[in-house]
């Protein structure tokens, strides 16, 4: 069983649609993440939920809009798409909101934006 | 907010020791992990330390100074498979902040 799973994989689209990313864990952590990572590799957090509660919205344009119906799942929508939306997607889950046990990440969903 | 900074590339030798450092900068420190990403790969967690000192786990060792805002990453008897980027993250709550991510290259 996939601890941190997210679909799809690959997500290939053209400016201006809207798309939206899945993830789910089956770990039973309290709290998840989004985290993009571009073309440089810098992995950076974009929202973390706890609880199905947002707590942390690091300055993403409105056109993502993270949603949770409970706290095992953590979807990731994005309107209006733009080029420079183009990286790899992360979700990842933790048992306690500092982590101490670590974070586990899903295997990421690659989004070009054409 | 934490400012995490580390090497951008290394190499070193297959067999050899490699210590990969990293410093931090942050308020509200509540440990500093290192992540293990090989290419086209989710990040895999290596390591946490949130007190001072060494922590060894096989052929993987980290070590943290607090005082010093400072850790590393000791890599030892080094394989090929262990070419990969190596990042730093500093743990506040509800986030780990990482640094750019250390690319190690292990040379025949």
């Known amino acids: 069983d996939t601890a941190v799973s997210q679909t799809p994989k690959y997500l290939v689209t053209q400016m201006g649609n809207d798309k939206s990313i899945k993830c789910e864990q089956n770990?039973?952590?309290?709290?998840m993440y989004w985290y993009k990572q571009d073309s440089k590799k810098f992995l950076k957090i974009m929202f973390s939920?706890?609880?199905?509660?947002?707590?942390i919205n690091e300055t993403v344009p409105n056109r993502f809009s993270p949603k949770s119906p409970d706290k095992a799942h953590l979807n990731l929508h994005i309107n209006s798409l733009e080029l420079g939306d183009s990286a790899v997607y992360f979700c990842?889950?933790?048992?306690?909101?500092?982590?101490?046990?670590?974070?586990?990440f899903g295997s990421g969903t690659r989004l070009t934006v054409v | 907010g934490q400012n995490i900074d580390q090497p951008t590339e290394m190499t070193a030798t297959e067999g050899a020791i490699v210590q990969i450092n990293c410093t931090y900068q942050?308020?509200?420190?509540?440990?500093l992990f290192w992540y293990q990403q090989h290419a086209g790969e989710a990040p895999t967690f290596l390591s946490y330390?949130?007190?001072?000192g060494l922590e060894e786990k096989g052929r993987f060792s980290s070590f943290l100074s607090r005082s010093k805002g400072y850790s590393y990453l000791l890599l030892k008897e080094l394989q090929m498979k262990d070419s990969a980027s190596y990042l730093c993250?500093?743990?506040?709550?509800?986030?780990?902040?990482f640094g750019k991510g250390t690319k190690l290259s292990v040379i025949p």
């Open positions: 330390n949130v007190l001072d």
């Open positions: 942050t308020s509200g420190f509540n440990g």
């Open positions: 993250g500093g743990a506040g709550s509800y986030q780990l902040t």
């Open positions: 939920y706890n609880n199905k509660e947002l707590i």
């Open positions: 990842a889950s933790s048992q306690a909101p500092r982590g101490s046990d670590g974070y586990t």
């Open positions: 770990l039973g952590h309290d709290t």
